[in-house]
């Protein structure tokens, strides 16, 4: 990813130091400012407070938080009240889970002495193998980004791609889920455009999906998320490419709230809608996702202020509702696999079924 024509990862290791740096995603678009990760308490409170955000990320940085809790203290306790503490900082991304069960299995077995070298030295791969993982999401994404535009009645216009809340590489280490192919496919000549739905409350599309396209080059046009089916409706739509925090092993998908929606707008209107994602946010443990996936209750004043710059450049938060509105604030909801054309996996492009997934998980 380029942040002002360089090139950088959203979480950042200085082995010199061994510490972590991440962009402070609460301060985007309006300024960039890298933060340092030290403590294990640093790395709980980035993703709490949301300075790391979208699933891939949110476990990149509990590796690092592990290490950081190992290195202060490496018995088993340490361990895990780290876990717990960490654990407990969001509730519907499975990636953390993932990451944090990969750093105790090849912690736990090692001598108090070797853990936190080797913590480190995981934490470092967690990110690293993201970076790979994603770019092979972007290959698998692309002949069906190709075979779409190939059909168009006038393959010379944009393909238009619709995204919702940020899966891009703010999302992840580097490229992103659903945002890899868009790259991908724009590095190489391919005339792609994004709708870029704004994703309320929080406004991850207005603020993170927007800024990263813009960094890269890549057209796009932000709509009020509302806008989404009009233009399913109208055909100015060639398909739907979104990320998930929570797959369960029958392909349902947990995602920013508003995902479902456009998803039966999509299915409505017979636009593929493709859910991209690495297969550690897989959770093999659950089948039924409206059941079995906890979503995440957010602090209603996401809903009743908007947040954004004055007209004095300064950082300003406004009332939009009468004073003392009940508000709520579901910051995710699932998307049946019935919904789902395809998820788009680093392994290759998969059915959202149970016996498809069954497939996956015996290469795994
Ligand atoms: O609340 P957020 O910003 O962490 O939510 C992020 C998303 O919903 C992304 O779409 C999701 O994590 C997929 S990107 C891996």
Not at 251 to 278: C, E, M, R, S, W
Not at 333 to 358: M, N, Q, R
Request: glycine content about 6%; proline content about 5%; hydrophobic content about 45%.
């Amino acid at each position: 990813m380029n942040i002002h024509g360089q090139p950088h990862r959203s979480i950042e290791a200085d082995h010199a130091e061994r510490i972590a740096r991440i962009i402070d995603q609460t301060l985007l678009p309006h300024q960039v400012e890298w933060r340092d990760l030290q403590t294990m308490e640093d790395a709980a409170e980035a993703i709490q407070v949301m300075r790391v955000r979208g699933a891939p990320l949110i476990g990149a940085t509990a590796g690092f938080g592990m290490f950081f809790a190992l290195r202060d203290d490496a018995s088993d306790a340490s361990l895990q009240n780290a876990y717990k503490i960490l654990h407990a900082t969001r509730p519907t991304a499975v990636n953390l889970r993932w990451a944090l069960d990969r750093m105790k299995r090849i912690v736990s077995p090692l001598s108090i002495e070797s853990r936190a070298d080797a913590a480190w030295h995981e934490a470092i791969a967690i990110c690293d193998e993201d970076v790979q993982t994603n770019h092979a999401i972007g290959q698998h994404a692309l002949p069906l980004f190709s075979a779409i535009q190939a059909k168009k009645a006038d393959p010379t216009t944009p393909l238009n791609i619709m995204t919702h809340c940020n899966a891009g590489w703010l999302a992840a280490v580097d490229w992103g889920m659903a945002l890899a192919p868009v790259y991908q496919a724009h590095d190489a000549g391919m005339n792609v455009h994004v709708w870029v739905s704004e994703t309320r409350p929080r406004g991850q599309g207005a603020s993170l999906t927007a800024f990263e396209l813009r960094e890269h080059g890549v057209p796009h046009t932000l709509i009020v998320d509302n806008n989404a089916g009009h233009l399913l409706q109208r055909g100015l739509v060639d398909l739907v490419i979104v990320g998930t925090d929570r797959v369960t092993a029958q392909g349902d998908v947990a995602n920013k709230i508003g995902t479902y929606l456009k998803a039966l707008a999509a299915k409505a209107h017979d636009v593929p809608f493709y859910v991209a994602l690495p297969v550690s946010t897989i959770d093999w443990t659950i089948t039924d996702g409206i059941r079995d996936i906890p979503i995440e209750q957010r602090s209603t004043r996401e809903v009743t202020h908007m947040p954004g710059l004055n007209a004095e450049g300064h950082r300003e938060e406004v009332l939009i509702t009468p004073a003392g509105t009940q508000a709520r604030n579901d910051g995710f909801d699932v998307t049946p696999a019935s919904l789902v054309t395809a998820l788009i996996t680093e392994h290759g492009v998969y059915e959202a079924t149970a016996e498809s997934l069954k497939r996956l998980h015996a290469k795994l």
